[in-house]
C-alpha cells in the first residue's frame, strides 16, 4: 500500500528524527503518507483513462478544413527517470476531415498521458498517435515545452532550460506550408 510505503520512505530519509515520544511519526509528518497518497492519486490518474474515450465525442464538422489549434495548454506531469515533475505547455492541432471534436478534449487528452509516470517524447507521441487514429484528421501536430524540475534542483542544475519536443502527422509532416501556418498560429 502507498501510505505505508511512504511511511518506510519518510523514516528512511528521516530515520529516528521522523519519530515523536511516542515511537509516531512526528506532528508535521503524521498525514504525510496519506497526503502523499491523495495527491499520487491525482498525478497518475491517467492510467483510469482512454483516450478513444476522451476523443468520442465528436461534431459534424460543416465543412471547416482549415486548422484547429489549441495552444499554451499547461500541463504537469512526473518524470519516470526520477519521479519528479516536468510542467510547461503543450500546443495542439488538426486539419478535420469530417468531423470536429469539442475542443476542450484537446486539453483533456494532454492530460490522460501527462498524468503518468512519463517522459515528454513519449506524451508528445502518444498525443499525435491519439489525435490519428481517433479524430482521422488530414494532419495532427504537437509541440511540448517545458521545464523539468530533475534538471533544476539535482543534477546539472539547469532550471530555465526548457526543452521542446514536437509530433507532425499526415499534412503537418508532408507540407512546409502547412507547418508554416501552424507555427505562425501558434506564434501570434
Ligand atoms: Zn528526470
Redesign the pocket.
Known amino acids: 500500500m502507498i501510505e505505508d510505503s511512504i511511511k518506510k520512505i519518510l523514516l528512511e530519509i528521516e530515520g529516528e528524527a521522523a519519530l515523536d515520544d511516542k515511537k509516531e511519526l512526528r506532528e508535521g509528518l503524521k498525514n504525510t503518507p496519506k497526503r502523499v497518497a491523495e495527491s499520487w492519486k491525482e498525478l497518475y490518474s491517467g492510467y483510469n483513462k482512454n483516450p478513444k474515450d476522451t476523443l468520442n465525442a465528436t461534431f459534424n464538422g460543416e465543412g471547416y478544413d482549415g486548422i484547429v489549434l489549441l495552444k499554451d495548454i499547461e500541463f504537469y506531469s512526473t518524470?519516470?527517470?526520477?519521479?519528479?515533475s516536468?510542467t510547461g505547455k503543450a500546443h495542439v492541432a488538426y486539419i478535420p476531415t469530417e468531423r470536429i471534436v469539442g475542443i476542450s478534449k484537446l486539453a483533456r487528452i494532454v492530460e490522460v498521458f501527462s498524468r503518468r509516470l512519463q517522459?515528454q517524447e513519449r506524451i508528445t507521441t502518444q498525443v499525435a498517435d491519439a489525435l490519428e487514429k481517433y479524430l482521422k484528421p488530414l494532419g495532427a501536430a504537437i509541440i511540448i515545452e517545458a521545464k523539468?524540475?530533475?534538471?533544476g534542483c539535482r543534477g546539472v542544475k539547469k532550471s530555465h532550460a526548457t526543452m521542446t519536443t514536437s509530433a507532425m502527422r499526415g499534412v503537418f509532416f508532408d507540407k512546409a506550408e502547412a507547418r508554416a501556418e501552424l507555427m505562425d498560429l501558434i506564434k501570434n
Open positions: 518524470c519516470e527517470h526520477h519521479m519528479l516536468f517522459n523539468h524540475e530533475c534538471m
